[in-house]
C-alpha cells in the first residue's frame, strides 16, 4: 500500500464512520430507555458503547491519517488505542456482575475480548509505525483495522437494534435452543 492510496483510504472512511457514528445516534434515540438512563438494559448499553468506540476508532485514525505532514501512528493510532483498552476494560468490569448474575450473555463478552484483540494489534502496529514512519506493512494493517473496527461497530448496532441473528452460528444455536422453526411447506406461516 502506497501512502498515497492510504490517504484515498483514510477519507473514504472517515466518512463511512462519521456515517456510521450519525445512525448509531439515531438507533439510539428511537428508543433511548433501552441504553440511557437508571433502567437502561446492561447488554444494551455494552452493545451501544462498543459500537462507538469501534466506531470513534475508525473516524479518528483516518481523520489523524489525513492530517497533512503527520502519519497515522503519530501518536494518534496510539493514543485511540490505549484509550480504547480503557474502554475495554471499563466495560468488562461493568459487564462482570450482570454475567455472573446471567443478565448478559458470553457473546456479548466475547465481542468485547474480541476489540480487545483488536486494539492490541492497533498498538502494536502504531507503535511500530512510530519507529519506522515509512513501513508500509504497518500503514496495511492499520488500515485492515480501521475496516475491522466498522464491521465490529455494524455487528453490534445490529444487535442493538434487536436484529436478527443471520449467521451460521446463529442458526445453530437458534436449532439447538428449539428457537428455530422451519418453513412451512408452500411458504404458509406456521401458526
Partial sequence: ???GAAHEFFQASASVAG???GLLFVAISVAPERVLGPDASEVHAVRAAA??????NALTVALFGLVPGRHVGAGAATTVAILGLMFIAGCLVRAAPAWHAKRIRLGDL?????LLGVFVVQLLTAMGLDRRPS???????ICVLVIVCALFGIARSWELVGGPTMGLTGQVVGLLRGKY???????AEHP
Avoid: H
Fill in 1 to 3: 500500500m502506497t501512502f
Fill in 19 to 21: 456515517a456510521l457514528i
Fill in 51 to 56: 459500537a462507538l468506540t469501534a466506531f470513534t
Fill in 110 to 114: 466475547v465481542f468485547l475480548i474480541g
Fill in 135 to 141: 513501513d508500509a506493512g504497518d500503514l496495511e494493517t
Fill in 181 to 187: 422453526k422451519p418453513p412451512a411447506p408452500g411458504g
